[in-house]
């Protein structure tokens, strides 16, 4: 009888402790993701206000082309063949320059970490950087 009676103590104390552990465990688990849930909403808001100002960017500076050419085509006094070579050449220079920058922005490294998804990869795989 006191062997039973030592068992369940010690079966309701450890019931009692995995209770405890399963409590903080989720308590844990709702803590990660808030955090998760609010750099989620951050990054969100960052990549909008990020998304108008590069519009407001490409507006300006197409503007400032617009204008470049309109001033420029007005005040040569050059024919009307060698302004469109002009403008044709102006117009390749911007597609490349262009196209070049498009494809330096879209890179997949630059945005694992401009993210930040690089540190957090290494974080959650326990890597860490040796200086």
């Not at 803590?31 to 490409?58: C, D, F, H, N, P």
């Not at 922005?105 to 040796?130: C, H, P, V």
Request: charged share 20%; proline share 1%.
């Amino acid at each position: 009888m006191f062997k039973d009676l030592i068992k369940g103590l010690l079966a309701g104390i450890a019931i009692k402790l995995l209770d405890n552990y399963r409590q903080l465990s989720i308590q844990l688990f709702r803590i990660e993701a808030a955090k998760s849930y609010l750099r989620g909403v951050q990054m969100a808001r960052l990549s909008g206000i990020g998304l108008m100002l590069m519009g407001l960017l490409i507006g300006l500076i197409c503007l400032g082309v617009a204008l470049l050419h309109a001033g420029l085509f007005i005040l040569l006094p050059w024919t009307v063949e060698a302004k469109a070579v002009l403008g044709i050449f102006l117009g390749l220079v911007y597609v490349i320059t262009g196209s070049v920058a498009l494809c330096a922005a879209m890179s997949e490294k630059k945005w694992m970490e401009k993210s930040g998804a690089s540190e957090l990869l290494k974080e959650a795989t326990g890597q860490t950087e040796k200086d």
